[in-house]
Antibody
Framework: QVQLVESGGGVVQPGGSLRLSCATSGFTFSTYGMHWARQAPGKGLEWVAFIRYDGKDKYYADSVKGRFTISRDNSKNKQYLEMNSLRTEDTAVYYC???????????WGQGTLVTVSS | DIQMTQSPSTLSASLGDRVTITCRASQSINNWVAWYQQRPGKAPNLLIYKASSLESGVPSRFGGSGSGTEFTLTITSLQPDDFATYYCQQYHTYPWKFGQGTKVEIK
């Protein structure tokens, strides 16, 4: 069955950096676009970024553009989210998700918590 | 950016009730809307894609409709597992956006 496991979350100071990973199994990773989404404590969902199956197209939310970078390694069945210049408002549970083919977020991981605090 | 306005923010209902949640897009998005269910402490779960297509494994009491700027999610007979928060999402134009969410509570 499809499994998505996020890791790399933790506590970081404002202005710091963090790299999230999403390890996948149970499907042909190299043929799926992938997303990151996040949810601040007690708040709603926010889409963060998308990467095409081959890594050639990437899209970002305005709130993270220029600070976050999405990437993937199809040989390792993993995707990543490099987060720089972190702000307190980036505090959230970060979810990895597969693209359903049209842009919907099909399968989701359980999330990893990122806390930006001094 | 295309914004999604979801209503109501909270909905109180009883078991067996018919429930309708609405999402309005700030401009036409054809049928590029998905609906998700999220239970407390859990990841979201895709229910509906392309406005009205039921995701595999999702009970048939869930249905979606609409096109253009107005979309609805309907639960025909509310079950205990359905008390959760529901989100719409547009995927017509990047950046993708979610609605603010609708929490379905027990009356």
């Amino acid at each position: 069955q499809v499994q998505l496991v996020e890791s790399g979350g933790g506590v970081v100071q404002p202005g710091g950096s963090l790299r999230l990973s999403c390890a996948t199994s149970g499907f042909t990773f190299s043929t799926y676009g992938m997303h990151w989404a996040r949810q601040a404590p007690g708040k709603g969902l926010e889409w963060v970024a998308f990467i095409r199956y081959d890594g050639k197209d990437k899209y970002y939310a305005d709130s993270v553009k220029g600070r976050f970078t999405i990437s993937r390694d199809n040989s390792k069945n993993k995707q990543y989210l490099e987060m720089n210049s972190l702000r307190t408002e980036d505090t959230a549970v970060y979810y990895c998700a597969t693209d359903g083919g049209y842009g919907e977020l099909l399968q989701w991981g359980q999330g990893t918590l990122v806390t930006v605090s001094s | 950016d295309i914004q999604m306005t979801q209503s109501p923010s909270t909905l109180s209902a009883s078991l067996g009730d018919r429930v309708t949640i609405t999402c309005r897009a700030s401009q036409s998005i054809n049928n590029w809307v998905a609906w998700y269910q999220q239970r407390p402490g859990k990841a979201p779960n895709l229910l509906i894609y392309k406005a009205s297509s039921l995701e595999s494994g999702v009970p048939s009491r869930f249905g979606g409709s609409g096109s253009g700027t107005e979309f609805t999610l309907t639960i025909t007979s509310l079950q205990p597992d359905d008390f959760a928060t529901y989100y719409c999402q547009q995927y017509h134009t990047y950046p993708w956006k979610f609605g603010q969410g609708t929490k379905v509570e027990i009356k």
